[in-house]
């Protein structure tokens, strides 16, 4: 049955995908500045709602509350694509920071960029660290949330965390608040797997680190509270019903962790 659920929603995905893209090309194309975004979370609504309707996979969000009005920095877990395209529907007007390889991708990246993307070249070294730290901040300043993954790429639940310094670099160069965002998505959508698991998926928004600190007392705090959160809610998850894609190496490093998240 889950074999069939998801091989059904994955070619509706596809092919509303598909559809909405050639569909909506003149907004990209001709709308002035960046325009287009809600073309993104119009998509991304029907997507999540497939989702629930075909597979069972309910989506809650938790804290929203604790999202500060105006400009910020959000640093969110990253375990699946599910958040790539959910936060756009939860956040007013955000910008993704994301590989400069993906904007070459035709369509997708054209996409990407009018809706506010910013590109990073991860083999910059430093200039692109400063530039990238002065596109976030005018972002910022024009009042929009900044998504970043501070990990970098998707990594499966439960595994050991792997911070990257640049959102320390961004936090002390912008100024801005930083809300910190935990998930269990990976549980129902996991990377690099056709299956698709019912469930409630949670994405849970922490309360936001104030600018000031140092950055090593930073990214100490952005990592605890975020893998502390997301461990509650891999827990929380596989208490409820063990979803098949909770591989066993996944619930014991869970056991493993302390009260802070850590191994």
């Known amino acids: 049955m889950i074999f069939l659920r ?26 002035p ?65 994301m590989k400069r390889e993906l904007t070459r991708i035709p369509l997708w ?22 530039q990238l730290a002065v596109a976030v901040g005018k972002a910022i300043a024009r009042g929009r949330k900044v998504v970043i993954f501070p990990e970098g790429t998707r990594r499966p639940p439960g595994a050991e965390a792997d911070y990257k310094g640049g959102i320390a670099h961004l936090y002390r160069r912008t100024g801005a608040h930083v809300v910190p965002v935990a998930l269990n998505s990976g549980l129902f959508w996991p990377r690099r797997r056709f299956r698709r698991y019912p469930g409630t998926l949670v994405i849970a928004f922490l309360p936001p680190i104030a600018p000031g600190l140092k950055s090593r007392e930073f990214m100490t705090r952005l990592e605890v509270e975020i893998e ?36």
């Open 6 to 31: 998801s091989l059904v929603f994955n070619v509706f995905y596809y092919l509303i995908t598909a559809i909405m893209a050639a569909a909506t090309l003149p907004v990209f194309i001709f709308s």
């Open 109 to 130: 990246g054209w996409y990407a960029i009018r809706a506010g993307a910013i590109a990073v070249g991860r083999d910059e070294g430093t200039s692109a660290l400063r």
């Open 33 to 97: 500045g960046r325009g287009g975004g809600w073309v993104i979370r119009l998509w991304a609504s029907i997507e999540i709602c497939l989702l629930r309707t075909i597979v069972g996979t309910r989506l809650v969000v938790r804290g929203i509350e604790n999202l500060p009005s105006g400009g910020a920095l959000v640093a969110a877990k990253h375990q699946s694509m599910f958040e790539t395209f959910a936060l756009f529907t939860l956040l007013d007007r955000p910008s993704f920071v």
């Open 228 to 263: 502390a959160a997301s461990t509650e809610l891999l827990t929380e998850a596989a208490e409820a019903m063990p979803p098949p894609a909770l591989l066993p190496e996944a619930l014991e490093r869970l056991g493993q962790r302390d009260s802070h998240g850590r191994i």
